[in-house]
């Protein structure tokens, strides 16, 4: 199970922590770890200790309140590889299916259960469990409920209302019409089962999918062109997981002309969503200093074992290792 935590992450914590006047824990400012471990170019994950420490100090300072509206930074975070994954969703259900994703990538010792969801209600009922022995703590549990309202109000979902429901029933209101209402002290239990209502339904951000196949297209276009509007498709959002029958009809096509064309151009329905991948990894390696992880994530490989097999299939090499080769510098 991962012991670190996206420096992202814990640079949202921080970003709120400053805007609310509040100094990191004079412990872990002195060690280094915090500081080094965010530096531009530096280690991109910060063991989980430290950002526990952070939460228990902010928690401790100004309430359980203030932890649940850490999410709310993330509508000012510019471009980041796995947000914008997670912005992407089109839809409740969606970005909760990605969120789970993302946490089983990373093998996070906590996951987010889905235990009801009805979409067309806005509804959802979710529980946060821990595959260890221990319990989530309730800072951690607020707040990754805060990140997931603030996700959701991200894709277009408002007016949220938010129970906390500890074990005998009693609903605690977290938030309201997308006001926090929890106060400062931190509930005794009861902070990992959460209930959410929205009114306002996300926009899709989907790719559109025409509800009829078009004319097919020339045979003077179809073998590379074709080829070259599927790889932008898979490149749109290579996290969404095209069947043929919607890549088709995203191409006005049938999924039998979509293979028959691919075929008659020498290509490969799997190969060029590979290869859309390999090169939004590629692309995301040179880009900034974030982690094979992340990157893996974003790129929408099912597991970093995954990202490294497909990505050594198409370069000859191993993720780290091209990035290492492709960003030395020049000799002289």
Request: proline share 6%; net charge neutral; hydrophobic share 45%.
């Amino acid at each position: 199970m991962s012991s670190f935590a996206s420096a992202a992450f814990v640079g949202l914590i921080l970003r709120r922590m400053a805007l609310a006047g509040l100094e990191p824990p004079a412990d872990v400012t002195a060690s280094g770890l915090l500081a080094r471990a965010l530096q531009p170019g530096g280690n991109v994950q910060v063991a989980l200790a430290l950002k526990q420490a952070l939460l228990r100090h902010a928690a401790i300072e100004r309430g359980a309140g203030f932890l649940l509206g850490i999410g709310q930074g993330i509508h000012d975070m510019p471009s980041d590889p796995t947000l914008d994954v997670l912005r992407r969703a089109a839809s409740a259900t969606d970005l909760l299916l990605r969120w789970q994703r993302l946490e089983s990538y990373h093998h996070s010792h906590h996951r987010t259960r889905i235990e009801a969801l009805d979409e067309a209600g806005g509804t959802a009922l979710l529980h946060h469990v821990s595959l260890g022995p221990a319990p989530p703590a309730a800072v951690e549990d607020i707040v990754v409920l805060g990140l997931l309202a603030a996700l959701l109000q991200a894709i277009g979902c408002h007016g949220l209302e938010i129970d906390l429901i500890p074990g005998d029933g009693a609903a605690l209101a977290a938030m309201r019409d997308d006001r926090i209402l929890l106060g400062a002290a931190l509930p005794a239990d009861g902070t990992a089962q959460w209930r959410l209502h929205w009114r306002q339904q996300p926009r899709s951000t989907a790719a559109p999918v025409s509800a009829e196949p078009l004319a097919e297209p020339s045979a003077e276009t179809a073998a590379g062109g074709l080829s070259e509007r599927l790889y932008a498709l898979f490149d749109d959002d290579p996290f969404r997981e095209w069947s043929l029958g919607e890549a088709g009809r995203a191409l006005g096509l049938s999924s039998r002309s979509l293979q028959r064309r691919l075929a008659e151009a020498g290509a490969g329905y799997a190969g060029i969503q590979r290869d859309a991948r390999v090169k939004r990894a590629a692309r995301a390696m040179l880009a900034g200093p974030a982690t094979l992880a992340e990157i893996g994530y974003a790129a929408g490989f099912a597991d970093q074992a995954h990202f490294t097999r497909e990505f050594r299939r198409v370069t000859g090499m191993r993720p780290a290792e091209w990035r290492r080769v492709a960003l030395a510098p020049p000799p002289v």
